[in-house]
């Protein structure tokens, strides 16, 4: 068992420049959640899906924010023409709706941090 | 809209003593979780507490859940400089036995020797 694997672990980008974060769940979980948390602050839920359908997004993800998880496994964040505001801490998490193992736990990534300059 | 308080905010102890950090919410759950983030690092995960009256520990860590008062807590026992780190406590919302986690502010906790 690998964990949920987070790609890159850092970037730093020039405000409005797009960036795609990648996200790989651990690999019999059908459920995967991006959060992202600023210094200081918890995590603040952003969307999540179960298999490859987007079931919420939070309203502070604004229309430059989108996110993907075409076959159901890995998942994208994009972000477009990224402002100063968006620099902050972004995780990923999985989790299982079944019945084995821990089916209640959120297993997170280690996060990509963005810097926007 | 759920929220999440925990307190205090920022604690510094003494090695050896024991503490404990609360975390309130505002609108019933099922599921509570216990999270501990190292600096610059992710969340690990301490504890699901699931029901009524649950209880669990690891080691110098128990966590309790009283869901009537909506009230969960952290308790430290004699604590190590090994604990310093950020604690939060999330609670669970959503269908099913997953869904989206509303956190806390969280507790830096500072351990002396």
């Known amino acids: 068992d690998t964990g949920v694997s987070q790609d890159p672990r850092h970037k730093i980008t020039k405000r409005g420049q797009n960036v795609t974060f990648r996200c790989d769940p651990i690999s019999e979980h059908n459920r995967l959640y991006w959060y992202r948390q600023t210094l200081g602050q918890g995590p603040e839920f952003l969307t999540y899906f179960q298999n490859e359908a987007q079931l919420e997004k939070s309203r502070l993800l604004s229309d430059r924010f989108s996110a993907e998880r075409p076959k159901g496994s890995f998942s994208t964040l994009e972000i477009q023409r990224t402002e100063q505001g968006d620099s902050a801490m972004y995780l990923c998490a999985s989790s299982s709706t079944g019945t084995s193992g821990s089916p209640y736990e959120q297993y997170f990534g280690p996060g990509t941090r963005l810097t926007v300059t | 809209e759920l929220k999440v308080e925990q307190n205090p905010l920022f604690l510094s102890m003494q090695e050896g003593k024991n503490y404990t950090i609360y975390c309130n919410y505002s609108t019933t759950s099922d599921r509570l979780y216990w999270y501990r983030q190292d600096p610059g690092k992710s969340l690990e995960s301490l504890f699901v507490l699931l029901s009524n009256g649950a209880v669990k520990q690891e080691g110098r860590l128990m966590a309790s859940l009283d869901t009537k008062a909506r009230l969960s807590t952290l308790h430290i026992t004699a604590a190590v400089h090994d604990l310093s780190a950020t604690y939060f406590c999330?609670?669970?919302?959503?269908?099913?036995?997953?869904?989206?986690?509303?956190f806390g502010q969280g507790t830096t906790l500072q351990v002396k020797p």
């Open positions: 999330a609670v669970g919302r959503g269908s099913g036995n997953t869904g989206k986690l509303i």
